[in-house]
């Protein structure tokens, strides 16, 4: 049986940062590792923290409507 977390802590991510070349931060690695594990998907480390920003939002909503089925 899987287990999942009902949600994620996604409100700090909510607004993308101002420089589209920074590397993503440590909270938003965290973050990323733990949606990436929890959906099976593979953690990209290089990811800027836009980049990051939008995955991690694109892995929440797909594990937020997995738990709603």
């Given at each position: 049986?899987?287990?999942?977390?009902?949600?994620?802590?996604?409100?700090?991510?909510?607004?993308?940062?101002?420089?589209?070349?920074?590397?993503?931060?440590g909270?938003?690695?965290?973050?990323?590792?733990?949606?990436?594990?929890?959906?099976?998907?593979?953690?990209?480390?290089?990811?800027?923290?836009?980049?990051?920003?939008r995955?991690?939002?694109?892995?929440?909503?797909?594990?937020?409507?997995?738990?709603?089925?």
């Amino acid at each position: 049986m899987k287990t999942t977390q009902s949600s994620y802590a996604v409100a700090d991510f909510d607004t993308p940062p101002n420089s589209p070349d920074a590397p993503m931060t440590g909270d938003q690695a965290d973050l990323l590792k733990a949606l990436c594990t929890e959906a099976g998907e593979p953690f990209n480390e290089g990811l800027t923290q836009i980049e990051a920003h939008r995955r991690i939002k694109e892995l929440s909503d797909h594990l937020n409507t997995d738990q709603n089925l």
